[in-house]
């Protein structure tokens, strides 16, 4: 995990997070006040389900003994049950530094790493409170909320920023929702990690840019309007763009990429992201994107329910554009070189079409014989040229399968990779974030059922029944120059209902970038 500092004074960090919706809560105290509160608090307490007594967390305890002078504790003991996990109480005018506190459940005391849920329950009911005292807040247009660490700052700054994100760009300014400042909220006779609240609002902000590339309608983010973004995004960040046209993907002989793009009136373009944290000759771990700015199934085109969400197909895209920005902010001692090769895929006189044969650089020959499987194509000749960088590793990203979808739902990414060491690491740091991760077989078997046909070297939907994702990344290894590589598919996880996460709104969930830039961040630490 990344190296952090504790501070006895701390540092108070602002963001303008703004957003809707929450998960429980019951409003308690003296009188409401008539305007909007100026000043919230967001505090913890741990509470099992059998109990009727909690526990404060010390942030908590010291306010209730110094400010309140008991009667937090006391308007808890009135209110009925302490709140569960996820549950929030609002008290208001107990004192007058804060106008109203927000006294959010944790469960237990006693959580911790589970390793059969494969997650660090402590810091999952650390996001969920945080995100669920800080919506409750902004519902009454609270200005300025402070949040306490809840014993552990980077994940109360990850569910305060990703649970306050809203989706709200294409609204008119007026009917937008109120914007709270956020701070971290600190006793100075209490340890702060300020660098651990630091470390998690750069993560969760990186996720709240994911989901803003991911939920602007196709018509705004074409590929072109989408590397402009990129472009604004990042200058003065420390991450060099370079923005390629169509004419230098065909003088590298980037057939396939080019060949999904034909049916479109957008024209292709291929970014190219270099990040530079330590000297210039060490090798660069490179980041691969799936940039499909919309999706359509061409020819073989898809059922109106499936095209509702297609903008978000260049989720991996959107990852790796936000992971590459707070790898920067954070100043990681490593070298990053990301490729995102973005085009549309449309229904057009140029389509490409079922049978017809392209032949990316490294001269195999796929024969596409379902248009609507355009994903491994757009990324083939992306890791081809990964080659030419010497990389460490190449991790690409992507939503290739919707079959990943029917066998985990919403919980957990699908990984595919060469490398044990590689897949230890993801995990690790899957556990860490929350965001989980689990490895899928790479095995011949998959492979055989890509390259058994007599004509080409490769087809896009092979033979056999079922196993699509895993055949997909049996195609793509076909590609791979050499080294280590790892393959995530997230179509699974490019959205939420709001359920399954309850610190992510409904829409665009960003996943999994946070996970990303822990998986780059623990190496970095490992290696000093």
């Known amino acids: 995990m990344l190296t952090r500092a504790w501070n006895p004074r701390g540092t108070l960090l602002l963001g303008n997070i703004c957003r809707r ?19 919230g608090l967001v505090l913890g307490i741990y509470s099992d389900s059998d109990e009727e007594s909690g526990l404060l967390t010390p942030n908590a305890a010291k306010y209730n003994e110094d400010y309140t002078h008991g009667a937090l ?4 003991r009135i209110a009925g049950p302490m709140p569960r996990r996820g549950e929030a109480r609002l008290f208001f005018n107990l004192e007058p530094t804060y106008s109203v506190v927000a006294v959010c459940g944790l469960g237990s005391d006693c959580l911790g790493y589970d390793p059969v849920e494969k997650m660090d329950l402590s810091k999952e009911a650390i996001r969920l409170a945080s995100a669920t005292g800080c919506q409750e807040l902004q519902k ?3 200005s300025r909320i402070y949040v306490e660490d809840f014993g552990h700052a980077e994940s109360a700054a990850e569910g305060a920023h990703l649970g306050l994100w809203v ?69 003065n960040s420390g991450v060099n763009v370079e923005v390629k046209v169509r004419s230098w993907a065909e003088s590298q002989g980037m057939d396939a990429f080019l060949t999904v793009a034909k ?30 700015t919309y999706d359509s199934g061409g020819i073989c085109a898809k059922k109106i329910h499936a095209l509702k969400d297609m903008r978000g197909d260049m989720a991996g895209a959107a990852s790796v554009v936000a992971t590459c920005r707070a790898i920067a902010a954070l100043k990681l001692p490593v070298n990053i070189r990301a490729l995102i090769p973005l085009c549309e895929h449309m229904i057009g006189c140029n389509a490409v079409k079922p049978g017809d044969v392209v032949t990316p650089r490294n001269g195999k020959s796929i024969e596409i014989e379902n248009a609507d499987y355009e994903g491994v194509l757009v990324l083939v000749d992306a890791l081809q040229y990964a080659g030419s960088f010497g990389p460490k590793y190449i991790v ?27 897949w230890q690491r993801i995990k690790h740091a899957g556990v860490h974030t929350g965001d989980r991760m689990w490895r899928l077989p790479l095995w011949d078997y998959y492979t ?48 939420t209902k709001g359920e399954d996460f309850p610190y992510l709104r409904r829409g665009m969930a960003g996943r999994p970038t946070r996970t990303l830039i822990e998986f780059i961040a623990q190496a970095c630490c490992k290696e000093q």
């Open 21 to 39: 919706f929450s998960h429980s809560q019951t409003v308690v105290g003296a009188e409401k006040c008539a305007s909007p509160p100026s000043r």
């Open 73 to 76: 504790m006391d308007m808890l």
């Open 140 to 142: 009454l247009k609270t």
């Open 167 to 235: 989706n709200q760009e294409m609204r008119a300014v007026e009917r937008r929702q109120f914007i709270p400042q956020l701070q971290l909220y600190y006793e100075p006779s209490l340890p702060c990690d300020s660098n651990g609240w630091r470390i998690g609002l750069a993560k969760a902000e990186a996720q709240n840019l994911a989901r803003q590339l991911m939920e602007a309608p196709a018509n705004h983010m074409t590929p072109t309007s989408f590397a402009q973004n990129v472009v604004h995004i990042l200058c």
């Open 263 to 292: 049916g479109s009136c957008e024209p292709p373009i291929f970014l190219e992201l270099s990040y530079y944290g330590t000297k210039m000759s060490d090798r660069p771990i490179v980041l691969i994107g799936q940039g499909n």
């Open 396 to 422: 690409d990203v992507a939503t290739l399968s919707d079959h990943v979808l029917e066998s985990f739902g919403k919980v957990c990414s699908a990984v595919f990779t060469n490398s044990e060491e590689l």
């Open 448 to 495: 055989q059922q890509m390259t058994s046909a007599e004509h080409v070297d490769v087809q896009n939907v092979g033979r056999g029944v079922g196993g699509e994702s895993c055949k997909a990344a049996a195609l793509l290894r076909e590609f791979l120059p050499c080294g280590q590589w790892m393959h995530i598919d997230t179509y699974n996880v490019m959205t």
